[in-house]
């Protein structure tokens, strides 16, 4: 969607989740029009509560940033704040503002704006890839394969609601819960860990940014279920309200997200109606890809 129209024609991608998926962070950019900043334009996609989702508007930022960055320098954080609710049926404006470029790295600000003001604020760091010291978490021994394990459409396929059609069908990701999901029941045992087996339902282009961006896009599906799991609440526990305060990520090592990966999560805190978790992203080989923070609010009856 680099056309300069981009995301004023379409009123939100539909249709094949993966194809939503890669027409989301395909942002217009106008011709290269650019104020302080460097300009694009992406969609938002549809959703049942008619709120842009976080991880959304978390990849197409971090793909606005990388569009103003030298291709040799990769992503390697993140750091965002959630500052208003995006509304799902219009397209997001992002401003990128070149911040410096080093030897080695590059940083960026990226506003998202509606209506003309922000809805997100982040700073994102690229480096040139180096060589140095080099070491890893280990993958947590004994989880059970994704073959095994139901996916989300199974879990919720008898359920006739839209948010239940939503998240079994519409979004471009297969996400597996290892422990019993909490969409709908809360969990007996009340622990404050929670882990995912995830891909994209489809294979995506072999473009690394894509990966990196499309891996922000997940990393902010189940984050802040260990505070939930902790507290024995469900997703429908009436009357809760959740959201995202902010969001910090390290990409460490390359990723296919088209490949399934484990997202293995735990809250160390909750207080104050904000809850915090933190997740380590390995691949099937047990590599450390990546690693993220988020802070949500928690409110409950």
């Given amino acids: 969607m680099t056309e300069t129209n981009?995301?004023?024609?379409?009123?939100?991608?539909?249709?094949?989740?993966?194809?939503v998926l890669i027409d989301l962070l395909d942002l217009g950019d106008f011709d290269g029009a650019r104020t302080t900043e460097d300009i694009f334009l992406g969609p938002s996609q549809k959703q049942p509560r008619h709120r842009v989702f976080g991880g959304q508007v978390l990849a197409q930022s971090m793909m606005a940033g990388m569009r103003?960055?030298?291709?040799?320098?990769?992503?390697?954080s993140m750091h965002g704040y959630f500052l208003r609710p995006g509304d799902a049926n219009k397209p997001i404006t992002f401003g990128v503002e070149r911040?410096?470029?080093?030897?080695?790295?590059?940083?960026?600000?990226?506003?998202?704006?509606q209506d003309g003001v922000p809805i997100l604020s982040m700073i994102a760091s690229f480096q040139v890839q180096d060589d140095g010291l080099d070491h890893q978490a280990v993958m947590p021994e004994g989880i059970p394969d994704p073959e095994s394990l139901p996916s989300t459409a199974e879990l919720l396929s008898r359920y006739d609601h839209p948010l239940a059609r939503h998240m079994s069908?519409?979004?471009?990701?297969?996400?597996?819960?290892?422990?019993?999901?909490l969409y709908v029941s809360p969990p007996t045992e009340h622990v404050a860990t929670n882990a995912v087996w995830m891909k994209t339902m489809g294979p995506l282009p072999d473009d690394p940014q894509l990966h990196v961006a499309a891996l922000a896009y997940a990393s902010?599906?189940?984050?802040?279920?260990?505070?939930l799991r902790k507290h024995g609440l469900a997703w429908m526990t009436p009357g809760m309200s959740v959201a995202s305060l902010d969001h910090a990520m390290w990409w460490h090592r390359p990723v296919r997200v088209d490949e399934w990966i484990l997202y293995v999560q735990e809250s160390p805190s909750a207080q104050g109606a904000r809850g915090l978790s933190t997740g380590r992203i390995f691949n099937r080989d047990g590599v450390h890809v990546a690693t993220v923070a988020q802070e949500g609010m928690v409110r409950i009856p």
């Fill in 6 to 19: 981009a995301g004023l024609e379409a009123e939100a991608p539909s249709g094949d989740p993966m194809e």
């Fill in 68 to 76: 103003t960055v030298d291709p040799g320098r990769v992503a390697h």
């Fill in 99 to 113: 911040l410096r470029d080093g030897r080695s790295f590059s940083a960026r600000r990226v506003h998202a704006y």
């Fill in 169 to 181: 069908s519409e979004r471009p990701f297969d996400v597996r819960h290892i422990d019993p999901a």
């Fill in 220 to 227: 902010d599906y189940t984050l802040l279920e260990p505070i």
